[in-house]
């Protein structure tokens, strides 16, 4: 069985529940967090935008070192800029999916931060990670705007607001 095909179907339907989560995200509420240990609609929206191009990282390279390439996301301010910077990711993600990448899922691929190794997997079950991170993300985004009052999408059916 071949898993490209899979991870394509799904990614798109992700993509496209993503794209309206992100619509939704009025422009003063990027400073907004729900509490104080956790993050802000702008960072956690720029992370979510961000996870789809880690489909194409996990494809193109054997692995991540933060050590040596620190996470410093863009400064998102507008919905407009989050969905340009998601768009861009999903161009990403999508042009790795490709049947001719099926032999390469098989192949490792690390997280590490130096010398400490965060986790080793297949690149499929990194490809799978980052499915489930952009999920996972999604829905805490539903969540505060849920808190803000915002009318929320639904995801694999009609939300509360939709009915």
Do not use: C
């Amino acid at each position: 069985m071949e898993l490209i095909p899979i991870f394509l179907k799904e990614f798109e339907a992700e993509a496209l529940t993503t794209r309206n989560m992100l619509s939704r995200i009025p422009d003063d509420k990027y400073d907004w967090q729900p509490h104080p240990k956790s993050m802000t609609i702008r960072s956690l929206a720029t992370h979510i935008a961000d996870l789809p191009g880690w489909v194409n990282m996990a494809l193109t390279t054997d692995e991540l070192d933060f050590a040596t390439a620190p996470y410093n996301p863009p400064t998102i301010n507008t919905t407009k800029d989050v969905l340009e910077m998601f768009e861009q990711r999903v161009v990403d993600g999508r042009s790795q999916l490709i049947s001719d990448n099926e032999h390469k899922l098989g192949e490792s691929w690390t997280l590490r931060d130096g010398e400490t190794i965060l986790f080793v997997n297949t690149k499929a079950e990194t490809v799978r990670v980052s499915l489930s991170q952009l999920i996972h993300h999604r829905a805490q985004l539903g969540v505060f705007l849920r808190l803000l009052n915002i009318p929320i999408p639904g995801s694999y059916g009609p939300s509360a607001d939709e009915n």
